[in-house]
């Protein structure tokens, strides 16, 4: 409302009125110019990202369970995430080109490091009456990791991915309007450049529902097949 | 108790904890030598930090003696065995896992079928009562029923040796005196040996036929007391007889409590 109020009369480059917002959002799914670069982003979103998460809990796992992994790869890690991962974006251009797979890794890059640090921190810091107990009753490594440390580092590893997709998000964005134009980053881009306000607003309303979404699916995970988290938590050591 | 085998042969052994670089360590346990027998119930009593609970995990295979050697039926014992089961003080029941499926872990360790192990878990649960909440999850259980289920972990693997660490420790007095009946009735039915860890007197003198007493600084058994008292001991009010009156006044001056008194 107030938005509205105070949009009317001004300039619509500079701020659009939600009415106007809303309407260009109603054209854009309509004529399905949002519905391609829905699917554009998407599809660059889950194969980055699913990647991410394999790879991250993978290399986790074992860099928090043995110490020789971790020794090896804890430097790049480190240096890795305290680095703006999108300064490598011209990198990957030169390498990689502009298209697709380039934003594929883009989005990867940005959302693997999360998940990776916080799997390492899961796995180290299992329960240690819980990995007792796994020892005393005589289960195997992989038993170990099976029954024990993973499903303890559960809560940590699904923070990573949380913090992950919206990193990811981020990583499609940038990648989308750094590369080639396409998906709603490049749409963003478009109309940013071209000063269709609405337009973009209604783009960016768009990206922040993206998010909200997958982060809502998460919890869902989280209390469907995880409803120990909440019903333990504080109580573990 | 006469002249039983012994099963569990407990040689020198000595645990000096953080002993590095010009640190002498604290010295958790000195030189213990003792005998446990095949199916006798001894508790080890004595006041926190006399090394108790460190001697039960050496014994587990779950912390490294410092000097000495643990003897399993005749042969030196190296790292966990599957004969002997361990009955912890926080329980430590995995919360993601059933109570069954909890209960099954050490046989998942011993590499059974899926099939063969739920059919084990469930009569053990049967066999403490809990088979009815076999699907719930272990953190949906009052206090007691956890440590029942901890008992029946133990249980599932038919172990020779049982170790109990404080396992009522955190309970109150109403569920502690239940599950000390159950303890001995199972005891009685099933005659494994048990070392049973504690430091109230009393359940020790109900549950034992022996009372390793231990004292501290540095953590050692300094008498080791025979309990005459008949079984089934649920059926006599163990306190009131002279032998219990007895012990506990013994145990009590051995460990010359009174002076413990900082105030």
């Not at chain 2, 739920?118 to 440590?147: C, D, F, I, K, N």
């Amino acid at each position: 409302m107030a938005w509205q109020l105070y949009a009317a009369p001004m300039n619509p480059i500079l701020l659009p009125t939600p009415i106007a917002v809303l309407a260009d959002f109603v054209a854009l799914v309509s004529d399905g110019t949002l519905v391609s670069a829905l699917v554009d982003s998407f599809s660059e979103l889950i194969l980055g990202f699913t990647i991410a998460v394999i790879v991250g809990i993978g290399l986790g796992v074992l860099m928090g369970r043995y110490h020789r992994f971790e020794v090896v790869f804890d430097p790049y890690v480190t240096f890795m995430n305290a680095t703006p991962l999108v300064a490598f974006i011209p990198l990957l251009i030169i390498w990689v080109g502009i298209e697709f797979p380039a934003r594929v890794i883009v989005v990867f890059l940005l959302s693997l490091w999360p998940i990776l640090i916080n799997t390492v921190a899961g796995i180290k810091n299992a329960n240690r009456g819980l990995v007792e107990v796994g020892t005393s009753f005589g289960l195997s490594e992989v038993q170990l990791l099976r029954w024990v440390n993973l499903p303890s580092a559960v809560p940590y590893i699904l923070a990573g991915i949380r913090n992950g997709i919206a990193k990811g998000i981020v990583g499609m964005i940038i990648g989308e309007m750094d590369m080639a134009l396409a998906g709603l980053g490049g749409m963003v881009a478009v109309f940013g450049d071209s000063f269709q306000t609405s337009k973009l607003m209604a783009v960016i309303f768009c990206t922040s529902i993206f998010g909200v979404v997958f982060v809502g699916l998460l919890g869902l995970i989280e209390r469907r097949w995880f409803a120990w988290i909440k019903e333990t938590a504080g109580s573990q050591k | 108790m006469t002249e039983a085998s012994t099963v569990l042969d407990i040689r020198g052994i000595s645990k000096v904890y953080g002993g590095r670089s010009g640190h002498r360590g604290v010295q958790a346990l000195e030189s213990i030598d003792l005998s446990i027998r095949e199916g006798e119930f001894i508790s080890f009593v004595g006041p926190s930090g006399c090394g108790k609970t460190t001697l039960l995990k050496i014994l587990d295979g779950l912390l490294p003696a410092s000097s000495g050697r643990i003897l399993f039926d005749g042969r030196e014992l190296v790292g966990v065995s599957r004969e002997i089961a361990y009955v912890f003080q926080d329980i430590n029941l995995l919360p993601w896992k059933s109570v069954v499926e909890n209960v099954e872990i050490g046989l998942v360790g011993r590499g059974q079928a899926p099939v063969e192990r739920r059919r084990r878990a469930m009569e053990v649960l049967e066999l403490v009562g809990l088979h009815g909440v076999a699907s719930h999850p272990p953190y949906t259980l009052s206090g007691g029923m956890q440590q029942r289920v901890g008992v029946a972990r133990a249980l599932a693997i038919n172990p020779r040796v049982l170790l109990m660490d404080e396992p009522f420790g955190h309970l109150d007095n109403m569920t502690r005196e239940t599950l000390q009946i159950e303890v001995s009735k199972i005891w009685h039915r099933m005659r494994m040996s048990v070392v049973f860890v504690t430091h109230d007197v009393d359940e020790a003198i109900f549950l034992s036929d022996r009372i390793a007493v231990f004292d501290l600084d540095p953590g050692r058994i300094v008498e080791v007391l025979d309990v005459n008292l008949p079984h089934p001991r649920w059926e006599i009010d163990v306190p009131a007889q002279p032998e219990a009156i007895r012990l506990r006044r013994a145990i009590i001056e051995r460990l010359e409590l009174r002076k413990r008194v900082l105030i």
